[in-house]
């Protein structure tokens, strides 16, 4: 069967989450595998006294957690590399310290402890993705100017035909990411249900109730895209994006 390359954007932006429900880390370029990018929501903490299917700490408990900024300190080897976190007073503390167990705790107001999981935190598939022209909507529909960070997407595209949520169309189908032969190959499989973490401005943690409300009723509580792997790969702004048909 041949397949048809249709050129339908570049790649804006790119952004991993080391620890889940932190502030994001833009990146320039991503190794994408089959458990997402390297190095993405490859950490959290959990509310020990929590049984449930979701036991994460979030900013649905705890919005502040958004204001903490954890950077990988060995870029070059991601995989080993030791994790630090950055607090709002400008603390830097390393991930496994007792400090740092004991800020997030106060916050929430009972315990929590951290896990590393190697195939990552993930609410549901890998990767996600927007288009610029869907965020530029969105802020106009909600009144208020939205950033990709709030959706805390991996993948943001700038599309050439500029129509807001163009990702949905591209659905069932894969996006190739440049021209060189390591180019991530992903898999567009659904639209993301979203929840109050939407309603949390990621640079302030203040909560404005009408960025859910509007996306819940006008697009069915739905925007961006989940995708799976289907080739490892890098991925690098700039890039040319790839639709592949059959």
């Not at 080391?18 to 880390?25: A, N």
């Not at 896990?115 to 869907?134: E, L, W």
């Not at 404005?208 to 702004?237: F, W, Y």
Request: glycine share 6%; net charge negative.
């Amino acid at each position: 069967m041949i397949e048809e390359f249709i050129e339908v954007g570049v790649v804006k932006e790119l952004y991993r989450f080391p620890v889940k429900s932190m502030r994001g880390e833009a990146l320039t370029e991503a190794f994408g595998y089959w458990h997402g990018f390297q190095g993405d929501r490859r950490y959290a903490f959990v509310r020990s006294e929590n049984r449930s299917g979701f036991p994460w700490l979030t900013g649905r408990e705890t919005p502040q957690i958004l204001q903490f900024t954890p950077r990988y300190t060995d870029p070059s080897d991601i995989e080993n590399s030791p994790v630090e976190v950055e607090l709002p007073d400008g603390r830097i503390l390393p991930i496994d310290s007792t400090e740092l167990n004991q800020e997030l705790a106060n916050a929430y107001g009972k315990p929590v402890n951290l896990i590393k999981i190697g195939r990552g935190a993930f609410d549901s598939q890998v990767i996600s993705i927007m288009s610029t022209a869907t965020v530029s909507e969105l802020s106009t529909m909600i009144g208020t100017a939205v950033t990709p960070l709030r959706f805390r997407q991996n993948i943001i595209i700038d599309p050439f035909d500029d129509q807001p949520f163009v990702e949905e169309r591209w659905l069932d189908s894969s996006l190739v990411f440049g021209s060189e032969a390591d180019g991530l190959r992903i898999r567009l499989n659904r639209r993301i249900q979203r929840c109050v973490m939407i309603n949390i401005d990621p640079e302030t943690s203040e909560k404005e109730t009408a960025v859910l409300k509007t996306v819940a009723q006008a697009r069915d509580n739905c925007a961006g895209v989940h995708s799976s792997t289907e080739r490892p790969g890098m991925i690098r702004i700039g890039d040319v994006v790839k639709l592949v048909r059959m």
